[in-house]
């Protein structure tokens, strides 16, 4: 490849490829020395590089070859030079490899792209800097709604811009390291997302309670002070999660909640009387129809009365040790302070419809949001909290047959779908890949933020099919994401270790090709708390001020308003 091009022949060529006399020169970069199918390799001489000519001298840059009626464009990877020191004096060979993405042809309207190569360039075909019209028509989105919700790195006068509905309906992800922007990203896409689908409604499982602020205008804050989840409303695996703190239970314990649990069900529904017939029948058959999982209303002072019934039977059908430490264990639930948005007496009302009603914004107001402020919660609880909204999430779109849209947002979502199966809650993980794999038929859409895709479930990213990718240090990240974007534009993520804060490589079905873009700049009260430089800390504070009493109260699950 020891070629050297002719630098009088390049300025000629300039000359004969420019549209007219106020293009620059500099558009020229060299000749097609190597071609294979879906790469090439550009050979060109310069003797430095500074100013207009340094912009195309970098690594993810397009530009194009051109052939004739057609130009292909190429996407810059790698470059070397054949030698090993840099003459500032002498004209040093330069060999540029790149990435054939597809190619532009001319048309009554303008530039048309299409992906995929159908004519190849020939040996010695003049390779230059790309044309701002040709850009344009390589991201431009040919269907849908185009949203912009960036600008391009290659030429920030070009908008970076995204099909909405296709992002929505094939769900997506947000991935990056701590620290490069993914949250406020976030908070464009959201906006953007509103935007285009007033109706649409959003649920996002805030771990870190950093989205409030984002959306101050167009969002409701659900916390542990003003939650409202009852009991009966958790499936039986969600509730055994709450009942054993994450500690597995015997199956002579699942069985007992089971029993019990049908048969307060039935006691409610029926008016909250037990008929001598339910008492004397086997517990099998005293549920009147009724399941643990049905989402029906029962108190718990029946759960507890079942049984201590059962214990002072000759023959109770259960292990009566079982018996003894669950009705502890839910006696101590029920009196523990950091559960009552489980346990209080408005709890055992049928409020089925008041809750789905607040979580969800049915009927639709002007704040379609909901930050749902997990960081407040009892560690214990919080995947079973997350199993419940995501189930209540599809199930709802599913039974409206489409008519609510809701977006499910995970933040730090290798939580809920950890990559080893053996991890996490699996009736979460099976929630959201429900979502995941059938939602886009109802209108429910899944959203998936996090640091670390490779600790995610391969099988859930997958179902993401735009992705946003910025920043990740790591190589096994990085792998991840190179294995979920089109082997013909593996090299458009090599750099993805090395580009800026708030940049993404964006891919997927609502982009049209892969591109690297800035996402919007927002003022500072539209952040999410996290990025907005933490300003809502006071470090300078002087620690003695501190009301200790009342931090160890909250602590100890005491309502933070009562302290005030």
Not at 399 to 406: K, L, P, R, T
Request: glycine letters at 6%; a neutral charge; one cysteine or more.
């Amino acid at each position: 490849m020891n070629v050297l091009v002719d630098k009088q022949e390049l300025k000629d060529s300039a000359s004969l490829d420019r549209r007219d006399h106020h293009q620059p020169s500099e558009r020229l970069i060299g000749r097609l020395i190597s071609c294979t199918g879906s790469r090439g390799v550009i050979s060109t001489s310069a003797t430095n590089l500074s100013g207009t000519t340094a912009d195309f001298w970098s690594i993810g840059r397009l530009i194009s070859i051109n052939i004739g009626e057609t130009r292909i464009v190429g996407i810059v990877y790698e470059m070397n030079t054949s030698s090993d020191l840099w003459s500032d004096t002498v004209a040093n060979i330069i060999y540029v490899k790149v990435e054939l993405v597809g190619e532009i042809s001319d048309t009554p309207t303008g530039p048309a792209f299409r992906r995929g190569i159908t004519s190849y360039p020939h040996l010695g075909a003049i390779a230059h800097r790309i044309r701002a019209s040709d850009l344009q028509a390589v991201y431009r989105v040919g269907h849908g709604v185009p949203v912009e919700i960036g600008k391009l790195s290659q030429d920030p006068s070009i908008p970076a811009a995204v099909n909405i509905n296709d992002m929505l309906s094939r769900h997506f992800a947000v991935v990056g390291t701590t620290g490069v922007g993914k949250s406020s990203a976030v908070s464009i896409l959201l906006r953007s997302a509103i935007s285009v689908k007033p109706n649409l409604r959003v649920l996002i499982l805030d771990p870190h309670n950093e989205y409030t602020s984002a959306f101050p205008d167009i969002s409701v804050t659900i916390d542990a002070s003003t939650l409202e989840l009852p009991f009966w409303m958790f499936k039986l695996e969600e509730f055994v999660e709450v009942v054993f703190r994450g500690r597995k239970p015997s199956d002579g314990e699942t069985d007992i909640l089971r029993d019990m649990i049908a048969l307060a069900k039935a006691r409610y529904n029926s008016g909250g009387g037990v008929s001598s017939t339910l008492i004397k029948r086997p517990l099998a058959f005293d549920n009147g129809g009724m399941t643990a999982d049905m989402p029906v209303p029962y108190r718990m002072s029946d759960l507890l009365k079942l049984i201590d019934d059962t214990l002072g039977k000759l023959d109770p059908g259960h292990d009566r040790t079982d018996l003894r430490m669950l009705k502890n264990r839910l006696d101590s639930l029920c009196h523990d302070p950091r559960f009552k948005f489980m346990f209080t007496k408005s709890t055992i009302e049928d409020n089925l419809d008041r809750v789905v009603s607040t979580i969800f914004r049915i009927p639709r107001t002007d704040r379609p949001i909901t930050v749902f402020q997990l960081a407040g919660l009892p560690s214990e609880v919080v995947n079973s909290v997350a199993s419940v909204l995501a189930r209540m999430a599809f199930d709802l779109a599913m039974m409206s047959h489409g008519a609510y849209e809701i977006l499910l947002l995970c933040e730090e979502a290798h939580r809920y779908v950890p990559q080893d199966p053996k991890l996490g809650f699996v009736p979460t993980r099976l929630a959201i890949a429900r979502i995941a794999k059938e939602g886009r038929k109802y209108g429910a859409y899944l959203g998936m933020v996090t640091q670390r895709p490779g600790e995610l479930d391969p099988t859930i990213l997958s179902q993401c099919s735009t992705l946003f990718a910025m920043r990740l240090a790591n190589e096994h990240d990085q792998e991840i994401i190179r294995s979920a974007i089109a082997d013909s534009s593996a090299s458009t993520i090599s750099f993805l270790s090395s580009i800026g804060n708030r940049e993404a490589i964006a891919f997927g079905e609502a982009i049209p090709t892969p591109m690297r873009m800035k996402f919007l700049f927002q003022n500072k009260e539209n952040l999410p708390k996290t990025a907005s430089g933490i300003a809502e800390v006071d470090r300078t504070s002087d620690a003695s001020t501190v009301n200790l009493r009342a931090l160890i109260a909250r602590m100890r699950g005491a309502d933070p308003e009562a302290l005030a």
